[in-house]
């Protein structure tokens, strides 16, 4: 008879005594290896461990797309719009106008401070156990300023 025990940094791991073994996140850094350990009647109990597997690396995820949505102009709210990303992920974002960042929120309004200038959205897409990425929309055309109505004139007298 063959028994295994599944070990972390050689250390047993609990409950982990198949003949496969699914890393969970909390392996993430750590080498994996398995003990195998024979048994029978009339001989000796004989164990061997396998050489280390490398490091256990985060997984890869989705690379979805951002894009913004809305009019750029002075007064408006520029909006985030996500797609193609793994479920459970967490998303921060970061609203670049020119070079500086204004917003880390899902929607940016957009101020006269911001006139001539491209924004573009940058989000961190992070989920437990997967590669943290880093997705960036297109840039916008330039920010317009509100154009002020004119007064009418004043009929002369």
Same mark, same amino acid.
């Given at each position: ?11 047993? +791991? ?118 943290? +990425? ?24």
């Amino acid at each position: 008879a063959v028994t295994y025990q599944w070990l972390r940094s050689g250390t047993p +791991i609990a409950g982990a005594t198949g003949t496969s073994y699914v890393v969970p996140v909390a392996d993430l850094g750590a080498p994996i290896s398995v003990r195998a350990t024979g048994t029978k009647v009339g001989f000796s109990e004989g164990s061997v461990t396998s050489a280390s597997t490398a490091v256990v690396a985060a997984a890869p995820q989705a690379r979805g797309k951002v894009r913004i949505t809305g009019e750029p102009k002075v007064g408006r709210t520029l909006k985030a719009r996500l797609s193609g990303f793994d479920a459970g992920t967490t998303v921060s974002y970061r609203w670049l106008v020119g070079d500086k960042v204004r917003g880390t929120k899902s929607s940016l309004k957009l101020t006269g401070k911001m006139v001539g200038k491209r924004v573009v959205l940058r989000v961190v897409v992070t989920r437990p156990g997967h590669q943290t +990425i880093t997705v960036a929309s297109k840039a916008t055309d330039k920010v317009k300023a509100v154009k002020k109505p004119k007064k009418p004139k004043k009929p002369k007298k």
